[in-house]
């Protein structure tokens, strides 16, 4: 499954021409990762590529654009950075490409209008659910849920903790060192049984963020001394 621990990856994000896929884009590339923005249409890969460049000095070269399926077949990693609406056919799609990675899976089920709401999908979350559609050779492991693209995109220290849950204890390994190589800092969070506890917490914080009129609230895990 290639769960074990190296020191750079390749990672593909799939829908990484949105605001969330860039600002992961551009954290894991200033770590020295290879990182492939995937989309639909590759031009539009290669103008996100551009759009991000311009922050990457030195670290540019490390980045690419190429269509979905192009982007999962190169990577090490899959990463999952498109609307919940398009999770399911977006995964069928690419479900032979994916066999074997490791995907870390950042998708909410946000499901307007009541975007405030907690709304799980039939499976329990969008995590179990792209387990489900991926199957046994794939490990699925959500983070990012609690993270606005704001924070992602500014640099620097981020105001939130990432909680880090999936399927298997290796592979939540491998993406709490990716997680620490954003720049922010992860916990593992158990079984992909979890995810409802992430994904449902963005509901909780767009609520947030709409009473107390910010853009980014988000959360701390608090009483365990910082191992940094
Ligand atoms: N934005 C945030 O602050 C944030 C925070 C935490 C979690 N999330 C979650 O992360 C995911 C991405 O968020 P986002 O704001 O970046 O989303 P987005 O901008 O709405 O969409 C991301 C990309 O998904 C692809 N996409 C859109 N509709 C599609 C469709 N029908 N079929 C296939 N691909 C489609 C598009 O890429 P192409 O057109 O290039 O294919 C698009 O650029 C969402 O599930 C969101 O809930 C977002």
Known sequence: M??????????????????????LAYRWTLAGHHVII?????????AAVAEIAPLL??????????????????????????PYSAHRVTLEGLKDVLSGKIVIDVAV????PKVTKVQMPPAGSVAQEAQEILGDTCSVVD????ISHERL???????????????????RQV???????????????GQIENAVVVEGMTSVLIGLNIQHKVKASGIRITGIADLD
């Open 2 to 23: 290639g769960d074990a621990i190296k020191e750079k990856y390749t990672l593909g994000i799939i829908g990484g021409t949105g605001q969330e896929g860039k600002g």
């Open 38 to 46: 995937g989309s639909r249409n590759q031009e539009k890969a290669l």
């Open 175 to 189: 993406v709490l060192g990716l997680v620490a190589d954003t720049g922010l800092r992860g916990w593992d969070a």
């Open 109 to 112: 089920p946000i499901m307007p």
């Open 153 to 171: 995109m500014e640099g620097g220290d981020v105001d939130c903790d990432v909680l880090v849950c999936g399927k298997g204890k290796a592979a």
């Open 143 to 146: 983070a990012f849920q609690n």
């Open 57 to 82: 000095g030195k670290d540019a070269g490390l980045l690419g654009g190429m269509e979905n399926s192009a982007a999962v077949a190169a990577c090490d990693i899959a990463v999952v950075t498109v």
